[in-house]
């Protein structure tokens, strides 16, 4: 008896030794910048052509880079990051001496070479990021490498962001520079937050671009991926940090047309977004709604500071697991209805000590203030891969019964399926010529051929289906997409890159993104 005891003592420490020795790497911390790209050969270049565009500072020089999807890593003559407008402008100087590419950069999270070109200069603008508050003014005046993370630890508890991406790891320049939006269903994309923009165009020269002033530039600016000139400075709209009461409801996909429409008409909503099931048993016919509803803001209530995402590691394992089997991922969607909402934190407090069951009570900025490090991981053979599209409202439940048959004949490993409400936009390349529900998905590939080959075919299928409906899909992912989908989604494309060629004539300002696509017509 007590050997067979020793055995089955010995049999379960084994199995948790070995459950433990297989978690470890999927909770790991990442050990630097993740790179599962092709290997680039670097290139050669000669000296500059005159002394007026001497070699600038490099941050780097030569070498090569990548995006955050790893799969683009390319050869650029140099990295430089200037902290001033003088020290840009040299960087611009030396570029149009030599004939190269310029491209700026920010956290390029972009996935598809818009934040470089190859054998280019690339500009990184994260140091110049100072803020400046007007609390008159209620805007906020910020350098266009400032992270949405430092611009909330900048405002809160006072103000809050009107408008920005969903996550706050962005830099503004890039989000500018795809029209980026988020979770308040109201404010629109941050196009419409912008009060004005200084901007550095291909000669160097310095304007403003406003609704009032260059007007349109701005339009062409604002989602523009960086082709017009590089903004160097950005005024916003900030609004008050409100207190929010946060919700969450588990319903039918099929009922969240009505269920965003009584949301829409309650006006003390101020953000809300959906997460859709990504369990195989219901892929994507449940889902979870969050919302955040504007209370009153008593005497005594205090906002907590803004902190950082907490149990990483555990967030990560739980993210990397369910990527492995399709048990895991039912279990993860099981956690996210039943488990997280028990574990979060409250963080505006009242002076009178909170009552059993009473809501959960946060400030506008705390929802926002995610940098996602969970999402980053050490795992070389693979990568996650965002997609966004854009469909009519009216639309948008036949367009996900189609996905999901889509995703079931491509063997899709979804890991996450959100839906956001944007409004019109009214910007030169807009993905929203109209009110549409935006389906933002991330998913995971293989980095080898074969998963390049496979996200390929599913991206072109997704693009034909979001056509289909009459919607459009965002440009700032991987290119796998061709000419004729792009200038069918986008039919104002041409006119776009003719407008880019009247401030830009000896195209300075280039990405890969633009080189592949604008090619036939310039």
């Given at each position: 008896?007590?050997?067979k ?37 670097k ?63 920010g ?60 996550t ?8 500018i ?27 160097g ?44 409801a ?17 006006p ?39 902190s ?9 394992l ?51 203030h ?66 549409a ?45 061709t ?33 592949r696509?604008a090619?036939?017509?310039?």
């Amino acid at each position: 008896m007590v050997k067979k005891r020793w055995v089955v003592g010995g049999v379960a420490a084994a199995s948790v030794t070995g459950a433990a020795i297989w978690a470890a790497p999927l909770a790991a911390d990442p050990e630097g910048d993740k790179d599962c790209g092709p290997d680039v050969a670097k290139l050669a270049f000669g000296k500059a052509q005159a002394d007026a565009a001497a070699e600038p500072d490099w941050a780097q020089a030569g070498g090569t880079i990548n995006d955050e999807s790893c799969l683009n890593r390319t050869a650029i003559r140099g990295i430089v990051a200037p902290t001033t407008d003088a020290q840009l402008a040299d960087a611009l100087a030396y570029a149009r001496a030599n004939k190269l590419p310029v491209t700026a950069a920010g956290a390029k999270h972009s996935m598809g070479g818009q934040a470089f070109a190859k054998g280019g200069v690339v500009v990184d603008m994260r140091r110049m990021n100072a803020i400046t508050l007007d609390r008159q003014a209620r805007t906020i005046t910020v350098g266009a490498g400032a992270r949405w993370h430092d611009i909330q630890n900048r405002i809160h508890p006072e103000f809050a962001v009107k408008a920005m991406q969903s996550t706050d790891v962005f830099t503004v320049g890039g989000s500018i520079a795809v029209n980026a939006h988020g979770m308040d269903h109201r404010a629109g994309a941050l196009m419409g937050s912008i009060r004005s923009m200084r901007v550095m165009l291909a000669d160097g020269s310095m304007v403003t671009a406003s609704r009032e002033e260059n007007p349109e530039l701005f339009r062409h600016i604002v989602g523009g991926y960086g082709l017009f000139g590089i903004v160097t400075e950005a005024t916003l709209d900030i609004v008050p940090n409100d207190i929010y009461q946060s919700a969450r409801a588990v319903i039918a996909a099929k009922d969240f047309p009505k269920t965003f429409a009584a949301l829409e008409a309650d006006p003390n909503v101020g953000l809300t977004y959906t997460h859709l099931s990504t369990a195989p048993g219901n892929l994507l016919e449940e889902a979870l709604v969050y919302s955040y509803t504007k209370v009153p803001d008593e005497a005594g209530m205090e906002r907590a500071p803004l902190s950082e995402v907490g149990a990483v590691k555990l967030r990560r394992l739980t993210v990397n697991m369910s990527k492995r089997a399709n048990w895991l991922k039912s279990l993860k969607w099981w956690s996210e209805k039943n488990i997280e909402h028990r574990i979060e934190s409250c963080t505006v407090t009242r002076a009178q000590a909170m009552q059993d069951g009473e809501a959960c009570l946060v400030s506008r900025n705390d929802p926002m203030h995610d940098s996602v490090p969970y999402l980053y991981n050490n795992l070389r053979d693979e990568t996650d891969i965002l997609h966004e599209y854009f469909v009519p409202r009216a639309a948008l439940l036949p367009f996900v019964t189609e996905m999901r048959a889509l995703f079931k004949r491509h063997h899709t490993n979804l890991l996450n399926a959100s839906i956001r409400a944007v409004e019109k936009e009214e910007n030169a390349l807009s993905y929203a010529p109209e009110r549409a529900f935006s389906v933002v998905l991330y998913i995971n590939q293989p980095t080898d051929a074969a998963g390049n080959e496979e996200m390929a075919a599913l991206t072109r299928d997704l693009i034909d289906l979001t056509a289909k409906h009459g919607g459009r899909f965002f440009l700032p992912y991987q290119l796998h997409y061709t000419g004729e989908q792009l200038r069918r989604s986008y039919p104002e494309f041409d006119a776009f890159v003719a407008e880019k060629i009247k401030w830009d004539p000896d195209g300075l300002f280039r990405n890969s993104w633009y080189d592949r696509y604008a090619g036939s017509i310039t």
